[in-house]
């Protein structure tokens, strides 16, 4: 197990101006599978995000310009949010077919996958399914294992509390807990307040029982040769010790980032320390391919 050392990378904040997003939906073929909505910019090695539970993938945009002068980066929008028509079958493990289906229709063999919270349970299954094709796996404040009993209660509490008040107090209530200062956080907290629409309900609901209902991971991750990056906030309320921890030793190759004074949002909280991680990360996975 090793810890990525500090980046040297300099930050490039600027666009070059032939580098063209292309954004479409995906329908697959395979009626069982959900649309996507994608993003896709840049050119090189290909890395994938993937966003979590009541965000889209405008989450993603601090570091995103950053990615991009150096890879092909592809975002997409899960079912229900963003840009994506909802899917009242969707399940995490389907979403990670979803997702493989719409990487074959871009004829992408090879890439790091990262999911955030939620996005992190569809790349853990992902890994389970097309490990092959992986080159490396980030869980960003994210972990791989079924949720507890006490979890399941929560979760099931927070539906309960979605039925009965509805989602805007869902939303205030939830959403300032997820950052290490709300304060200095607050017009993101707001934008993502004002995007979901009474109806989400449904899909917040939705997804609630899908991570209920999620597998476990602990037995594929373990001796893994898929090299796995664990970006961790200090101050993250969302994730309890025992599963941010205990699944570092599990990967033949864990690269560890745990972010100070950062909860459970580092891609808003900590962008550019985020950034480098990841291009640290797939600097080392590309390499490490080439030397297989």
Known sequence: MSVIEQSKFAPLYQLSSDLRTES?????????????????????????????????????????????????????????????????NASLDSLAKSIDSLLIYLEISKLVLVGHSMGGYIA?????????????????????????????????????????????????????GLFHDPVVHQQSILQFTNKMKGSDSVVLTHYLNAMIERNDYEEVFYKTEVPVLFILGKDDPAISGDHAYNQLLLPVTSKICILDNCAHMGMLEKPYQSYQQLRSFMHYCFSFELSR
């Open 24 to 88: 479409k939906i995906y329908v697959p073929v395979d009626k069982k599978l959900s649309a996507l909505s994608y993003e896709i910019s840049g050119e090189g090695d290909t890395l994938l995000l993937v966003h979590g539970f009541g965000f889209d993938s405008t989450i993603w945009n601090k570091i995103k310009p950053l990615l991009i002068p150096h890879y092909k980066v592809i975002t997409v929008d899960l079912p229900g949010f963003g840009d994506s028509p909802f899917d009242k």
């Open 124 to 176: 853990a299954a992902y890994h389970s399914r097309y490990v092959n094709k992986l080159s490396g796996i980030c869980l960003f404040h994210s972990h791989i294992y079924e949720d507890t009993d006490e979890k399941k209660i929560a979760r099931s509490k927070s539906i309960e509390f979605i039925e009965s008040r509805g989602l805007r107090p869902y939303l205030k209530e939830m959403l300032p």
